[in-house]
């Protein structure tokens, strides 16, 4: 079992730069490493949309092409956590944010496939 808890979110204005955060807890911790960990987001109204993955290792990271070279994705097993990076921001990055966990699989864009997710952070850009 993993919980997963973001923060970070908030209100910016377009070109700012936000960080949000994923803590991961359960037993035993070092079970974080079996798990690719991603971020998805939805706006109201809107479905859900794939932002990225990383591998479980840290080492192949993956985003849509409307956020790269933007948002980087990173994680740090030693303390479960994983970051994403969000800079040079737009009104269209207004959403909700999730963060999720699956076993293995880090470039998957369907959030039916993962098996863990947080409770959701606030991301407000205007412009």
């Known amino acids: 079992q993993v919980q997963l808890v973001e923060s970070g979110g908030g209100s910016v204005q377009a070109g700012d730069s936000l960080s949000l955060s994923c803590e991961a807890s359960?037993?035993?911790?070092?079970?974080?490493?079996?798990?690719?960990m991603a971020w998805f987001r939805q706006a109201p109204g809107k479905e859900w949309e794939y932002v990225g993955a990383v591998s479980p290792s840290g080492g192949k990271v993956n985003y849509i092409d409307s956020v790269k070279g933007r948002f980087v994705l990173s994680r740090d097993n030693a303390k479960s956590t994983v970051t994403l990076q969000m800079s040079s921001l737009k009104p269209e990055d207004t959403a909700v944010y999730y963060c999720a966990a699956r076993i293995e699989t880090y470039n998957d864009d369907n959030h039916d496939n993962y098996d863990y997710w947080g409770q959701g952070t606030q991301v407000t850009v205007s412009s």
């Open positions: 359960g037993r035993p911790p070092s079970t974080f490493t079996l798990y690719a």
